[in-house]
């Protein structure tokens, strides 16, 4: 589904990964680990076709993912991102809904041609094709948002935005979901099910990768991992090949931590 | 009231124009409406109602929907609620070119001036928030915020150079004016071309509130989108310019207020407050000329009077 070949990222003439050669199938759900600012995020944007590689290709489907027209590619990568504007004046209904902007964009009349009925989150009219209003209502109760629809997106907690967000990638039902930090701001119940959601997605067919920090969460949800050690050094493959004691040391070393100076043992008279 | 808002701006907009037209320094009974506008009013109505009045009445209309437009295309583009139709420094570029022809009259009108000076303004802004085939909204804000302070300098120093007798017109069209305003064909054709663009680019506003990176990955054409609505942002604002000098608070207060009634979503929210900004200036031009008639108020002062407290009624509503 999704293939890199001897992919390289910089940034302000600072390599951040050097020739990864990567495939990930139909299926699976894969584990995105490093440390911070080990390139994660500019890894999963430059998958998306958003950004282009300092070397290689990403190859989406065998085809080379910069020739793909903007909407076609919307259709088949959906990207969650770490951060967005704080000012949306919409409803979280409004919010979701943009999620189906590229399957209305060339197809109209709220009808997404091509998109057939999967189990699980998708919706679907008699005829197979997917209504928008029933995208929406479906990722919205995927994600408990159902009672929170005509709120306003600006009103809501961080937790309820990244739902949101969320909920936006599910309605754009793309076949392959990069997921960049998903369970940031979610509660412990959220997160189960954010990531209940990626495996059920996967094993839909999809391709899902999540970057996460959450090792016993990559093990127990995802079927593959990839861990960035550093610009050259990455190891990837099957979940329980790849994520071991040994590999999670090199990953994240303990080094001796620093705290500030210590308060004076007798308070000073002067205050 | 998403439906209630929609019915009183349709409404609300021929009967702005026909209030237009009935109100002024010469009183017009009611019973001497339906002639007139069936073509059956005397000589002296005609001349007052149809060549004056109405003339008048649309150039306001039209100016406000035009600056109504801009302000909303800004704030998208910009992801600013503050921005407004004049971030760019295009009225201090126009006012500066506007008034050096008034300063020193070489046979150049003042409506050449104000074109060339918002032009150059324009231009300059927008070359420096260009980077990388994208405009960085960062910069656009801070690039014109720093061009309408030194237009502001300029404007000073040029009214400090005026003489007596001409400060008076000087002043009237700072403060925007539409007394010399006549309809024009041009303004109203690009106020409609301008809006079904805007319209056909409301999808993209719409994901651009997300962030560019964003909107890109739902499928936007972010950089064809952005120059788009700048360009229709920048034209009618300069088009509006150019007929009333320079008219506060429009193109910053409409927009909000439209969205308070629902419409967020810009295939609405545009159109809606193009209708918004028409009635708006159509309903202040004809007050300024009439409240102290025959005397005639500067209707940027008044607009501004009603402004403020709008404005600052919307910011206590923001969370």
């Known amino acids: ?271 | 009231m998403k439906r209630l808002a929609i019915a009183g701006l349709l409404i609300g907009a021929p009967a702005c124009l026909m209030l237009a037209l009935f109100s002024g320094s010469v009183a017009i009974s009611p019973d001497r409406w339906w002639p007139i506008l069936s073509g059956h009013g005397s000589p002296l109505e005609n001349e007052i109602v149809w060549t004056l009045r109405a003339s008048r009445a649309l150039a306001a209309f039209t100016v406000g929907g035009l600056l109504a437009l801009s302000g909303g295309l800004m704030q998208a583009l910009l992801r600013n609620p503050l921005a407004d139709p004049y971030l760019l420094g295009l009225s201090g570029g126009a006012a500066v070119g506007s008034l050096a022809c008034m300063l020193w009259p070489l046979g150049t009108p003042p409506a050449v001036g104000a074109t060339i000076g918002a032009a150059l303004s324009a231009t300059v802004v927008v070359s420096i928030a260009h980077r990388r085939l994208a405009l960085d909204p960062y910069r656009l804000l801070l690039a014109g915020v720093a061009m309408a302070s030194g237009t502001a300098a300029v404007v000073s120093l040029l009214l400090a150079l005026a003489a007596p007798g001409q400060l008076r017109g000087m002043l009237f069209w700072l403060m925007g004016d539409l007394s010399a305003s006549v309809a024009s064909p041009l303004a109203a054709l690009v106020l409609v071309a301008a809006g079904v663009v805007s319209v056909f680019l409301a999808r993209g506003l719409d994901a651009l509130a997300l962030g560019p990176l964003k909107a890109a990955s739902l499928g936007i054409a972010v950089q064809r989108t952005q120059w788009l609505a700048l360009a229709c942002a920048v034209i009618a604002t300069a088009c509006a310019v150019l007929i009333a000098g320079t008219l506060g608070f429009v193109g910053l207060v409409v927009p909000h207020l439209v969205r308070l009634s629902g419409h967020h979503l810009h295939r609405q929210l545009l159109p809606l407050s193009i209708l918004a900004g028409g009635i708006l200036l159509t309903l202040a031009d004809t007050a300024a000329r009439s409240m102290l008639a025959p005397a005639e108020l500067p209707v940027g002062a008044l607009l501004a009077l009603l402004g403020v407290p709008v404005l600052l009624a919307l910011v206590l509503r923001l969370r």
């Open chain 1, 1 to 271: 589904m999704l293939q890199t070949r001897a992919l390289s990222i910089r940034v302000a003439n600072r390599t951040l990964v050097a020739g990864l050669d990567w495939s990930m199938a139909a299926g699976q759900c894969w584990a995105l680990l490093g440390r911070n600012g080990s390139g994660k995020t500019l890894l999963l944007q430059t998958l998306a076709g958003l950004r282009p590689a300092a070397a290689g290709d990403v190859l989406l489907t065998g085809r080379a993912i910069q020739h793909w027209p903007a909407i076609e590619r919307a259709r088949a990568v959906a990207l969650l991102t770490q951060v967005e504007p704080v000012d949306y004046w919409g409803s979280v209904a409004d919010h979701v809904a943009l999620g189906c902007l590229p399957q209305t964009e060339a197809g109209g009349r709220g009808a997404t041609p091509g998109a057939r009925r999967t189990p699980g989150f998708s919706g679907a009219s008699d005829d197979g094709l997917l209504r928008r209003p029933e995208v929406v209502a479906r990722a919205l109760r995927c994600l408990h948002l159902g009672a929170l629809a005509g709120r306003p997106w600006h009103g809501l907690s961080g937790g309820e935005r990244q739902r949101t967000r969320i909920a936006q990638c599910l309605a754009q039902q793309a076949l392959v979901q990069l997921w960049d930090e998903p369970l940031n701001h979610l509660d412990p119940a959220y997160q189960q099910l954010t990531l209940d959601l990626a495996q059920r997605m996967a094993a839909e067919g999809r391709t899902v990768v999540l970057s996460v920090h959450d090792p016993a969460a990559a093990r127990r949800y995802c079927t593959h991992a990839l861990l960035l050690y550093d610009s050259k050094h990455f190891t990837l493959g099957p979940v329980a090949e790849v994520l071991d004691e040994t590999s999670l040391r090199n990953l994240y070393p303990l080094d001796p931590p620093e705290f500030p100076d210590p308060p004076p043992a007798t308070p000073n008279p002067a205050l």
